[in-house]
């Protein structure tokens, strides 16, 4: 499996800072930072 695409959900998404595509790990850490218009809080 290639690293680019490892979820539709979050391979989908978008890459985070180190380029790595944002999964349901990253995301719980990114999404305050990166991706703040996504989540609501």
């Known amino acids: 499996m ?5 979820t539709p959900a979050g ?3 978008k890459t985070n800072n180190n380029g790595k595509p944002i ?3 990253t ?3 990114c ?6 218009m996504i ?3």
């Open 11 to 13: 391979g989908a998404l």
């Open 27 to 29: 995301i719980s850490q």
């Open 2 to 6: 290639s690293p680019k695409r490892l």
């Open 39 to 41: 989540s609501p809080q």
């Open 23 to 25: 999964t349901i790990s």
């Open 31 to 36: 999404h305050i930072e990166k991706l703040p």
